[in-house]
């Protein structure tokens, strides 16, 4: 609980004396009169009222005999009637009941700080109530992030102040030139950037013009003066906000460091510095220096890789023009020797999107706003420029369609690839790959698949859904859905030939509030089955269906007609070569591998009356929109025993080999093909069962029960 | 003769066609046939059924086969015939080819994926029943209740719900006494939902109320008003007691608990039979050879034994070795209501549901 106290001219107040005095407050007689005369409160309040660069407002934080003081000074100057104005509101309370973060912040809000009262229009006496310290921390609460994006702005200054503070820790410093505003945010971003090395109170004012007054005790106390004053230097620092006389040090380089991750990185990036893996301030205090440098050490060559990366990259090579390709890219406008500080201060990347793995090169990466492409209609990309697009609806709209080109940090990726936005700034996305050999149905189930989503297949389960890059899902849908769709049977795919593998579609899902992207690979079985470093999406891949092709898993009758004459007749008991080959290809940190799985037995409408496909491909979940994981689990049962039963068990390794797997019977046509046509049209069954379990094995539904599928 | 419809693939010789098919064996065949005029439409089913002549060595079938439909109806069309061939082969497969009851109708082949998808049956020649309303002998009626319910307790065995036994599904040959059911495009298995309402009249109040799983006892409600209405000559109501059916003191005694609202309340096709003094031709029950078991139980082996090697969170606990649930301690209710037993009595196991291929079938 802190008191009041309203400082404003009166010709009697409280104290009995004409003047600037205490007219109003929560205090007793006694408390205020030992205030008033025995601290230098009535000295800060009425300090240098009158001086031409008295700004409307000022802040002072005290450290007296009697505890802690606040002070927020109100000057007015009214022209008219040729008045001045000083008037004060000050909060007092025992020493630290007011820490200097929240003293900068209320006195930063002015009069919306909560809590505030105008000190002109208070009635005067002993009537007023004590302030509660939870208006303090709302104050926090209201201001710190203006004040942040404010501290970031400051870079240089930061720079020589944090410097000089680090030169001398317990120094009384004086800031000039700088305007009390300034002052606010400089000292916000101060006690972010040495709270964890110089832990302790320090007392500040905001605004004054004479540095010679002695301060009460030997806590650090910085003040801000408009310029210097004509007195000598006393017992304080000046530090020259402008750089001029500031020596350049090993403190001058940290401070440097420390402001650019503080500007570049926003908040959470140099709240990781000060706290990953150990909370500097728990480390002991001559050791915190030496620790906060190392790792900026070991952020800095991250860093400098991407710089470097990202100025070759996008600068025209003119050496090597002719040698190469046209660079697909103009030349960057902005001149490379721009400082480095109003580089960073722009702060591309957000440190708060998520650091998603490049699917092409396995890099981690992070969106960055000035690295953006937009794509013509002959695919080339072209670079754009959205920081000048500030309009939310309009950025939004031509956000959506645009590109990252992926800075590949680790360098050893030679062609430029680019990611849709949408692919990067949500959640770190899902990434689905269909695994099984050539003709085993992959195409016709993801297309099946696709079309059921963008019919509307996952709204019951309570997820919307929209496409990652537009153009992408627009194409897919016409060179894979809709000839489908017409009864046409799809091309094989295609193998890629050293071309970087692209997901086929993806797609952004939303549910109960979260949006992730979710994207499907689908690449042939012959590339998968050979491996080779193009598939090295898999190693980024979140979950995988397994496409089983009873035609050539199940020796049935039925099935006989549809097989071959050239085929391995044994090869069906190898199971399928593409399953061994991923699942040899993925790193194992467990005896299991933890990726969840969906088996699906595709084409089962050709199997559609052999028990028990029979009993499953026409049915339908008797509460449809809801996960049942006593359903999957008794699918996956009945999966299990057919191929079991029908000697195909080399095609359950991957139930073997991951933890957390579910296996369906599925159709992606309903039919079966006559001469590359389905003359009655497709009829899917069952298609999206497997995305749905991955869904719930994710955790991307929002249902009870969702732990228990494929456990 | 002549008769051939022009729909029907590519004429060989005059009123002479090939017909390929997969029989119940899942093997094609492709036969000369020729085809026999359509039947006379019945009203409500959307079906076209001719008669099939194999002419290599001279058997009947009856193909039915979708007609010309628009787009709405023929996809209702379709899940109807999809059901029919899927039930049938399931009855084939359960009772195999010697087993298969008569009264029973019989898959002979089928076509799903081509242009007209059909499904040929053994032809059985049977008027429906609802042609002898009303006009049976005493000893007759007796034969068709009995004929009845013993169909009614093979599909129960097969684990096969008919779902629309009406007077025309049920087929009586006077002279043969034969029963004959036949009409399965509504009918699911025993525990799965049911795919659609058969005629409403003679359906059960249970699939009247709406979707819900099929239960063989439904059939029974329906065998029995179909059983009232053929024999007594009477009108039933639609799911209510047939008016009239207490002053039948014959039939009064045999369906006692048949009308029951609540299925599990109503007495098995068993006990009919045991009424009528007919022998339950699955008295010791019919023991099947699972072909899926094995793999079944490979599944929760393999389950268990990925649960031991890496736990995670939401698995259920080990059966057996893991922590018990801690006996409940029942304490006397203020009231003094005496506690309800620990363990509440478990209900007999019905006579007549048996696991048969396809999912265990919940209760």
């Known amino acids: ?711 | 003769m002549g008769l051939v419809s022009p729909a029907a693939g590519r004429p060989g010789e005059a009123g002479e066609e090939k017909l390929g098919y997969t029989d119940p064996e899942g093997r094609s065949v492709e036969r000369r046939v020729e085809f026999g005029p359509d039947h006379p439409p019945v009203p409500g089913r959307l079906f076209r059924v001719r008669d099939v002549r194999d002419l290599e060595d001279g058997s009947t079938f009856v193909q039915k086969r979708l007609g010309a439909l628009d787009a709405r109806r023929r996809a209702g069309a379709e899940a109807g015939l999809e059901t029919e061939i899927r039930v049938l082969l399931r009855l084939a497969r359960t009772f195999g080819p010697h087993d298969h009851p008569r009264e029973l109708a019989r898959i002979a082949g089928h076509d799903f994926d081509g242009v007209e998808p059909f499904l040929l049956l053994e032809s059985v020649p049977c008027p429906p029943a609802e042609d002898v309303v009303g006009k049976l002998l005493t000893e007759e009626q007796d034969a068709f209740r009995r004929a009845l319910f013993r169909t009614v307790r093979h599909l129960e065995t097969a684990g096969v719900v008919h779902g629309d036994l009406t007077p025309t599904s049920v087929r009586w040959q006077r002279e043969q006494r034969r029963l004959y059911v036949a009409d399965f495009d509504h009918a699911a298995l025993a525990g799965e939902p049911r795919s659609s309402l058969g005629t409403a009249l003679w359906a059960a109040p249970g699939p009247l109320r709406g979707p819900g799983p099929a239960d063989p006892r439904d059939d029974l409600w329906s065998a029995a008003q179909v059983a009232y209405h053929v024999t007594i000559g009477r009108p039933v109501r639609q799911g209510m007691v047939p008016a009239g059916v207490e002053s039948q003191g014959l039939l009064y005694d045999l369906f006692q608990g048949v009308f029951e609202v609540d299925p599990q309340r109503r007495p098995g096709a068993a006990e009919l039979l045991r009424r009528l003094a007919e022998p339950d031709p699955y008295v010791q029950g019919h023991a099947q050879y699972d072909p899926l078991a094995e793999g079944r139980r490979g599944y929760e082996a393999a389950l268990q034994r990925k649960r031991r090697r890496m736990p995670v969170q939401g698995q259920p606990p080990p059966s057996g070795t893991g922590p018990e649930t801690p006996p409940t301690v029942h304490l006397p209710p203020p009231g003094g209501i005496p506690p309800k037993p620990a363990n509440p009595p478990v209900p007999e196991p019905r006579p007549g549901r048996f696991r048969l291929f396809g999912k265990n079938q919940p209760s």
């Open chain 1, 1 to 711: 609980m802190l008191h009041q106290i309203v400082y404003r001219w009166d010709p009697d107040g409280l104290v009995g004396r004409r003047g600037i005095v205490p007219v109003a407050t929560s205090l007793g007689r006694d408390e205020l009169f030992g205030w008033h005369s025995r601290t230098r409160l009535a000295e800060a309040v009425t300090m240098d009222y009158g001086d031409p660069a008295c700004p409307a407002s000022s802040v002072c934080l005290l450290d007296t005999p009697l505890g802690v003081a606040l002070v927020r000074r109100a000057f007015t100057a009214d022209a008219r009637r040729q008045r001045l104005n000083n008037s004060a509101h000050v909060l007092v309370g025992p020493r630290d009941s007011i820490a200097p973060f929240d003293a900068i912040a209320w006195g930063s809000l002015d009069a919306s700080a909560p809590g505030a009262l105008d000190p002109d229009r208070v009635p005067a006496g002993y009537g007023l109530r004590p302030l509660a310290d939870e208006r303090l921390a709302e104050a926090f609460e209201l201001a710190a992030g203006g004040l942040h994006e404010r501290a970031r702005r400051l870079g240089d200054p930061l720079e020589v102040f944090t410097a000089a503070v680090l030169r001398r820790p317990r120094a009384r410093v004086a800031l000039l030139p700088a305007s009390a505003e300034d002052g606010t945010a400089l000292l916000w971003g101060l006690q972010h950037l040495l709270t964890a090395l110089l832990p302790g109170p320090w007392t500040f004012s905001t605004f004054e013009i004479d540095d010679t007054a002695p301060d009460p005790k030997g806590a650090p106390r910085f003040v801000t003066l408009p310029r210097t004053p004509a007195a000598g230097p006393g017992t304080r620092v000046r530090v020259d906000l402008t750089g001029r006389d500031e020596p350049f040090d090993t403190h001058r380089e940290l401070a440097r460091r420390m402001v650019k991750h503080y500007v570049g990185e926003g908040w959470a990036g140099f709240h990781r510095l000060l706290n990953t893996p150990t909370e500097v301030h728990t480390l002991p205090e001559a050791n915190r220096v030496a620790e906060i440098r190392s790792r900026l050490d070991a952020l800095g060559v991250r860093q400098e890789t991407r710089t470097r990366r990202a100025t070759t990259g996008v600068r025209a090579e003119p050496p090597e023009a002719g040698t190469r390709e046209m660079p697909r890219v103009p030349p960057r406008t902005a001149p490379a020797a721009a400082p480095p500080a109003a580089a960073a201060a722009t702060g591309p990347i957000d440190p708060n999107r998520p650091e998603v793995r490049c699917p092409y090169c396995l890099d981690l990466i992070r969106w960055n706003e000035n690295d953006l492409y937009e794509r013509d209609d002959r695919l080339r990309y072209e670079r754009v420029d959205l920081s000048t697009v500030t309009d939310p609806v309009k950025r939004y709209d031509r956000m959506r369609a645009t590109f990252m080109r992926c800075p590949n940090p680790a360098g050893d990726e030679d062609r430029e690839h680019y990611l849709p936005t949408n692919y990067l700034i949500h959640e770190p996305p899902l990434v689905i790959g269909l695994i099984g050999d050539g003709l085993s149905g992959k195409t016709h189930l993801l297309a099946a698949m696709i079309a059921e989503i963008d019919a509307g297949g996952l709204r019951p389960y309570g997820v919307t859904h929209l496409p990652v890059d537009p153009e992408q899902h627009l194409d897919y849908l016409r060179n894979r859905v809709d000839p489908l769709r017409r009864g046409t049977m799809l091309a094989t795919t295609v193998n890629h030939q050293g071309n970087l593998v692209e997901f086929a579609d993806a797609l952004l899902l939303r549910t109960a509030g979260r949006t992730r992207p979710i994207a499907f690979f689908d690449v042939s079985g012959e590339d998968l089955a050979r491996g080779g470093r193009e598939m090295q999406f898999l190693a980024a891949a979140d979950a995988f269906v397994f496409v089983v092709d009873p035609v050539v898993a199940v020796d049935l009758p039925e099935l006989r007609r549809l097989t071959g004459d050239g085929e391995d007749p044994f090869g069906a008991y190898r199971g399928d070569r593409t399953f061994a080959a991923v699942m040899d290809r993925l790193p194992r940190e467990a005896e299991l591998l933890a990726q969840p799985v969906a088996v699906a037995v595709t084409k089962s409408d050709l199997i559609r009356f052999e028990p028990p496909v029979d009993a499953w491909l026409g049915s339908h979940p008797p509460r449809p929109g809801r996960v049942d994981p006593a359903r999957m689990d008794a699918e996956s049962r009945d999966v299990y025993s057919f191929l079991y039963a029908h000697d195909a068990v080399a095609w359950l390794s991957p139930f073997e080999e991951f933890r957390r797997c579910t296996m369906h019977f599925v159709s992606a046509t309903g039919a079966r093909d006559r001469d590359g046509r389905f003359p009655g049209g497709i009829r899917p069954r069952r298609v999206l069962e497997p995305v749905v379990s991955i869904l719930a094995m994710c955790d991307m539904l929002d249902q009870a029960g969702v732990e228990r599928v494929g456990v």
